[in-house]
């Protein structure tokens, strides 16, 4: 009795240490996703998760233009409302402009959250490509 009673004293107090996670001290902890974290920390240009969506929307866009071009040449050119004739392509860099401002406005009036700026954005962009 004497001899197992330090022995389940020492089971009893080192259980729970282990089970706490006691073996994983130094490992490191999962990052969770950050839109404003750095994909490639060593890399010239700090392409973050929003930088890159940014650049593949604006990318696919201007590739989406290309093949409307190959199919329909002549840029579907019309005269809108602002009085300006204008083409797929102009249409597409006036609602990708407005955007800018829309979103530039909108952190120096209101500041975040970045949700309604995004729909406004939108909304112009369809005005754009229907109106303009």
Not at 45 to 69: R, Y
Request: glycine share 10%; net charge positive; proline share 6%.
């Amino acid at each position: 009795m004497k001899r197992t009673l330090p022995l389940a004293l020492m089971l009893m107090i080192s259980h729970p240490a282990f089970s706490q996670g006691w073996g994983n001290v130094a490992a490191e902890k999962e990052k969770s996703f950050s839109w404003t974290a750095p994909l490639w920390p060593e890399f010239w240009m700090a392409w973050t998760p929003a930088t890159f969506a940014l650049f593949c929307g604006i990318f696919s866009a201007m590739a989406i233009l290309t093949v409307l071009e190959i199919y329909r040449p002549g840029g579907n050119e019309r005269r809108g409302i602002l009085g300006l004739t204008t083409t797929r392509g102009d249409r597409l860099f006036i609602s990708l402009l407005g955007s800018v401002y829309i979103f530039l406005a909108w952190l120096g009036v209101m500041g975040q959250p970045l949700w309604w700026p995004l729909g406004l954005s939108i909304a112009w962009a369809v005005f754009c490509f229907r109106k303009v």
